[in-house]
Nanobody, 124 residues
């Protein structure tokens, strides 16, 4: 059974940083593409960042480019999201997800397993 557990969320002031982590279990993590998504209150879940199985290919939604960095450590079955220069509009519940193939994807429908999320709150 695939399990994803996110951590690292919290409350920080605007301009601050957080590093989210997602630990995966139940499959050979290094074979699959991973992604981070977020959902703010009253809004739909949206794409944030994605990374291929090898880590060589990454992509980001425009609003976080230059501020967020996705990475992975396959030896630790962990994917990270380093978030810098945080803004109040980054406030959301952040989810990690894993695909059934090795490529990255920005589409929610391409992901088969999801974590429970970690809350990120940015104060102005």
């Amino acid at each position: 059974q695939v399990q994803l557990v996110e951590s690292g969320g919290g409350l920080v002031q605007a301009g601050g940083s957080l590093r989210l982590a997602c630990v995966a279990s139940g499959r050979t993590f290094s074979n699959y593409g991973m992604g981070w998504f977020r959902q703010a209150p009253g809004k739909e879940r949206e794409f944030v960042a994605t990374i291929s199985y090898s880590g060589r290919i990454t992509s980001y939604t425009d609003s976080v480019k230059g501020r967020f960095t996705i990475s992975r450590d396959n030896a630790k079955n962990t994917v990270y999201l380093q978030m810098n220069s945080l803004k109040p509009e980054d406030t959301a519940l952040y989810f990690c997800a894993v695909r059934d193939v090795g490529s990255s994807s920005q589409y929610l429908r391409d992901y088969h397993y999801w974590g429970q999320g970690t809350q990120v709150t940015i104060s102005s």
